[in-house]
């Protein structure tokens, strides 16, 4: 059965940082691109970054340039996501997912597995 399990979310004062894990089942990530999403009430999905099983190259989307990094650890079959000087507007339930291409920032049809999501809330 494959699955993904997202944790590291929480409460983060706007500067902070939180590193987000997801450790996958039931099948490896070593061959796949693997990515993050979320979402905020009232707003669409939205593609943060991924990372290339091809080439090792990652993308991001322009809001979170700089200060997000995506990474994977395929020993342990896990996915990471650092986020540096949070935002308020970083507030959102975050997705870890395997996409199907990663050569840009990711897009909503790129998604291919996905786990249930982990709150990410930025305020003081």
């Known amino acids: 059965q494959v699955q993904l399990v997202e944790s590291g979310g929480g409460l983060v004062q706007p500067g902070g940082s939180l590193r987000l894990s997801c450790v996958a089942s039931g099948f490896t990530i070593d061959r796949y691109h693997i990515g993050w999403y979320r979402q905020s009430p009232g707003k669409e999905r939205q593609g943060v970054a991924c990372?290339?099983?091809?080439?090792?190259?990652?993308h991001y989307t322009d809001s979170v340039k700089s200060r997000f990094i995506v990474s994977r650890d395929n020993a342990k079959n896990m996915i990471f996501l650092q986020m540096n000087n949070l935002q308020p507007e970083d507030t959102a339930v975050y997705y870890c997912?395997?996409?199907?291409?990663?050569?840009?920032?990711?897009?909503?049809?790129?998604?291919?597995?996905w786990g249930q999501g982990t709150q990410v809330t930025v305020s003081s």
């Open positions: 997912a395997t996409l199907r291409r990663c050569a840009g920032p990711p897009a909503d049809y790129d998604m291919d597995y």
């Open positions: 990372g290339s099983a091809t080439d090792g190259s990652t």
